[in-house]
């Protein structure tokens, strides 16, 4: 027996059914050098996933490792945030920063699960009130608050919830009612749907919003700039304070800007991240209004959030990413992938569109000839991809749509080499699925 098949029988005797595997022969990843890691049976491949967009910086980067095994030397792995951790305070003092949210503190979790289920909670105390605004076809966490805001059925396991949740247009510009639109009208066809669920759908004194700028595992669908900022000017008219979650869309992956939120010129009154903050080690957060964050009324604290090991590899890591602008290859490599998919859709109708902003891509299949989600192309290119030595994800409302997203230091040589094995899978895929 393989050395993969050996531990995928071990895998499903003792973890659940439903802990997702990627391929028809899972692989185990045990080195890593870069933008390239290697399997547990010797096969390297180019990652284009990063860990679901958390190596944003790569494997074995000199100064992150550095910074992690300088704080293990001190013989401190974990204080609880009932001591004062210098790493902690540097971090959040720049985030703070760099947030542009006025008064702004920060509390630090272990995932984004974790930071969206904390605004949610500071969101229904600050306004006295279980009701939240979601979008559909989002994704926020795992969690019981979290599946609750979650507008995708594929990742909502359960209808019981904390929280009263009301959905509104928005998120899935592809499809839908609105689909034909302009962005003008499509805008203002959502503004239009925001105020009705409001007026129709609540008791009126709702607590948040909560949304993604770009909807990771909703397939990276990118609804039109500005949209954000026209639903705030609703939000501010009863005080409904507007959470983005940027924990897929934070720290320049975008291209564009720092905070994906920012497209739409507006200042949100939380932010939650995680994923590429800590470069692989387990951290999240959310950053917002100091009258906001201070609203919680009894005792609370996070035993392992903003722990000093977990800082010190975000602190470098963000040091890193500000000092080589990694926002800037990030808009300049994604450029380059987008252009280079649209002119292989172009020759392969099985691609029924390509979105996105900088590293974060989103390459949508059909069946060519028409606008019907096909997920059987999907598995087909996660398995022409792998055995070209390429990982890539998928996701959507439908299974149906790639997910491209590598770490932000990716090369333009390994941009070009991405796009040739897309290509031809590509190639392959839509020949199959047009017998």
Request: hydrophobic fraction near 40%; charged fraction near 20%.
């Given at each position: 027996?393989?050395?993969?098949?050996?531990?995928?029988?071990?895998?499903?005797?003792?973890l659940?059914?439903?802990?997702?595997?990627?391929?028809?022969?899972p692989?185990e990843?045990?080195?890593?050098?870069?933008?390239?890691?290697?399997?547990?049976?010797?096969?390297?491949?180019?990652?284009?996933?990063?860990?679901?967009?958390?190596?944003a910086?790569?494997?074995d980067?000199?100064?992150i490792?550095d910074?992690?095994?300088s704080?293990?030397?001190?013989?401190?792995?974990?204080?609880?945030?009932?001591?004062?951790?210098r790493?902690?305070?540097?971090?959040?003092?720049k985030?703070?920063?760099?947030?542009?949210?006025?008064?702004?503190?920060?509390?630090?979790?272990?995932?984004?699960?974790?930071?969206?289920?904390?605004?949610?909670?500071?969101?229904?105390q600050h306004?006295?009130?279980?009701?939240?605004?979601?979008?559909r076809?989002?994704?926020?966490?795992?969690?019981?608050?979290?599946?609750?805001?979650?507008?995708?059925?594929?990742?909502?396991a359960s209808?019981?919830?904390?929280?009263?949740v009301?959905y509104?247009?928005g998120?899935n510009?592809?499809?839908?009612?609105?689909?034909?639109?302009s962005?003008?009208?499509?805008?203002?066809?959502?503004v239009?749907?925001l105020?009705?669920?409001?007026a129709?759908?609540t008791?009126?004194?709702?607590?948040?919003?909560?949304g993604?700028?770009i909807?990771?595992?909703g397939?990276?669908?990118?609804?039109?700039?500005?949209l954000?900022?026209?639903?705030?000017?609703?939000?501010?008219e009863?005080g409904i304070?507007?959470?983005?979650?940027?924990?897929?869309?934070?720290w320049?992956r975008?291209?564009?800007h720092f905070?994906g939120?920012?497209?739409?010129?507006v200042v949100?009154?939380?932010?939650?991240?995680a994923?590429?903050?800590?470069?692989?080690?387990a951290?999240g957060?959310?950053?917002?209004?100091?009258?906001v964050?201070?609203?919680?009324?009894a005792?609370?604290?996070?035993?392992f959030?903003g722990?000093?090991?977990?800082?010190?590899?975000?602190?470098?890591t963000?040091?890193f990413?500000?000092?080589?602008?990694?926002?800037?290859?990030?808009?300049?490599?994604?450029?380059?992938?987008m252009?280079g998919?649209?002119?292989?859709?172009?020759e392969?109708?099985?691609?029924?569109?390509?979105?996105g902003?900088?590293?974060?891509?989103?390459?949508e299949?059909?069946?060519?000839?028409?606008?019907?989600?096909?997920?059987?192309a999907?598995v087909?290119?996660?398995e022409?991809?792998?055995?070209?030595?390429?990982?890539?994800?998928?996701?959507g409302?439908?299974?149906?749509?790639?997910?491209?997203?590598?770490p932000?230091?990716?090369?333009?040589?390994?941009?070009?080499?991405?796009?040739?094995?897309?290509?031809?899978?590509?190639?392959?895929?839509?020949?199959?699925?047009s017998?």
């Amino acid at each position: 027996m393989s050395s993969h098949a050996d531990l995928l029988a071990r895998h499903r005797a003792v973890l659940p059914g439903w802990l997702a595997l990627y391929y028809d022969e899972p692989i185990e990843i045990v080195r890593g050098d870069g933008r390239r890691v290697t399997d547990a049976e010797g096969r390297e491949y180019l990652d284009f996933f990063a860990g679901i967009l958390t190596n944003a910086i790569g494997y074995d980067i000199a100064e992150i490792s550095d910074a992690v095994r300088s704080q293990l030397s001190s013989g401190i792995v974990h204080t609880s945030t009932l001591y004062l951790i210098r790493q902690q305070v540097e971090l959040a003092e720049k985030i703070a920063r760099l947030s542009g949210i006025p008064d702004a503190k920060v509390f630090f979790t272990n995932s984004g699960t974790e930071a969206n289920e904390t605004a949610m909670m500071l969101a229904t105390q600050h306004r006295r009130s279980n009701q939240v605004l979601a979008l559909r076809n989002s994704y926020h966490g795992r969690g019981f608050g979290t599946i609750a805001v979650t507008g995708n059925r594929g990742w909502s396991a359960s209808s019981l919830s904390p929280v009263n949740v009301s959905y509104v247009h928005g998120g899935n510009r592809n499809r839908g009612p609105f689909k034909d639109f302009s962005d003008a009208d499509y805008i203002k066809a959502c503004v239009a749907d925001l105020r009705e669920v409001l007026a129709t759908a609540t008791a009126g004194d709702v607590a948040c919003l909560i949304g993604e700028p770009i909807q990771g595992v909703g397939g990276f669908t990118t609804p039109p700039d500005g949209l954000f900022a026209a639903f705030k000017e609703v939000l501010d008219e009863t005080g409904i304070l507007l959470i983005s979650d940027e924990v897929q869309t934070g720290w320049g992956r975008t291209g564009e800007h720092f905070w994906g939120i920012q497209a739409h010129g507006v200042v949100p009154d939380m932010m939650t991240f995680a994923k590429g903050l800590g470069n692989g080690m387990a951290i999240g957060g959310l950053v917002a209004r100091g009258d906001v964050m201070d609203s919680l009324t009894a005792n609370s604290i996070s035993t392992f959030g903003g722990n000093p090991i977990s800082t010190a590899a975000a602190n470098a890591t963000l040091d890193f990413l500000l000092e080589h602008d990694l926002q800037a290859n990030a808009l300049k490599l994604g450029n380059k992938l987008m252009n280079g998919l649209r002119h292989i859709a172009d020759e392969n109708p099985v691609i029924g569109d390509v979105r996105g902003k900088g590293l974060m891509i989103g390459v949508e299949l059909v069946q060519p000839g028409s606008d019907t989600p096909s997920a059987p192309a999907a598995v087909k290119m996660m398995e022409e991809t792998r055995k070209r030595g390429l990982l890539i994800g998928k996701g959507g409302l439908n299974g149906n749509t790639l997910r491209l997203a590598p770490p932000m230091t990716l090369t333009e040589p390994e941009a070009d080499e991405a796009l040739q094995i897309l290509a031809e899978s590509i190639a392959v895929t839509n020949e199959e699925l047009s017998r």
